[in-house]
């Protein structure tokens, strides 16, 4: 089975930090482009943070540059997002994504997110 689970949600107070983890099932993660999505109510799904499948580039949004960092542990076949300098406006439910053009088809998988609430 496939599956892509994420981990490591919850509420923290405004400058705290919280890791999330993204853990695969089913596929090998690191032939895959691994990104960190988010959502709030009512919003646009949003890009926050890629990986390439080597781990050598990452990307980031403007809105997280400086405070959130992407990385692999290929032996785990898992992907984390450790966040700091955490805000209100980081409230959202976060997603983990895989994708890759695999076995001559486009492949994406998705988690069924975790939610990050940031508040006083």
């Known amino acids: 089975q496939v599956q892509v689970v994420e981990s490591g949600g919850g509420s923290v107070q405004p400058g705290g930090s919280l890791r999330l983890s993204c853990a695969a099932s089913g596929f090998t993660l690191s032939n895959y482009a691994m990104s960190w999505y988010r959502q709030a109510p009512g919003k646009e799904r949003e890009l926050m943070a890629t990986?390439?499948?080597?781990?050598?580039?990452?990307n980031y949004a403007d809105s997280v540059k400086g405070r959130f960092t992407i990385s692999r542990d290929t032996r785990k076949n898992m992907v984390y997002l450790q966040m700091n300098s955490l805000t209100p406006d980081d409230t959202a439910m976060y997603y983990c994504k895989a994708a890759a053009v695999r076995l001559g088809e486009f492949r994406v998988y998705w988690g069924q997110g975790t939610q990050v609430a940031v508040s006083s």
């Open positions: 990986i390439t499948p080597t781990g050598v580039a990452t």
